[in-house]
């Protein structure tokens, strides 16, 4: 099993930055791909940004540029630097990460609140 424990959401006006983080704990050695995934009201979860242990990144069309993923392996830490807020990036962001035998875990989640 893995926890998820995310931070750093709140209230950024448009053009603002936040950064969030998400820490990992339990079977830590089996993570794989950590990364983030947002859902806005009434709106389907929808992929941000992924990273492997490796440092390989992948991103959504609309958060490149924007949004950069890192991780840090010797904190177990997966975090999210939002640059250039829109009031369309307001959602809750949740961390998920896969173990290398593709079982999925979530974090609680976190609001992000971006005001025009």
């Known amino acids: 099993q893995v926890q998820l424990v995310e931070s750093g959401g709140g209230l950024v006006q448009a053009g603002g930055s936040l950064r969030l983080s998400c820490a990992a704990s339990?079977?830590?050695?089996?993570?794989?791909?950590m990364g983030w995934h947002r859902q806005a009201p009434g709106k389907q979860r929808e992929s941000v940004a992924g990273?492997?242990?490796?440092?390989?990144?992948t991103y959504a069309d609309s958060m490149k540029g924007r949004f950069t993923i890192s991780r840090d392996n010797t904190k177990n830490t997966v975090y999210l630097e939002m640059k250039n807020l829109k009031p369309e990036d307001t959602a809750v962001y949740y961390c998920?990460?896969?173990?290398?035998?593709?079982?999925?875990?979530w974090g609680q989640g976190t609001q992000v609140t971006v005001s025009s």
């Open positions: 990273i492997t242990r490796s440092g390989t990144t």
């Open positions: 998920r990460v896969l173990s290398s035998r593709g079982t999925g875990y």
């Open positions: 339990g079977s830590i050695s089996t993570i794989s791909v």
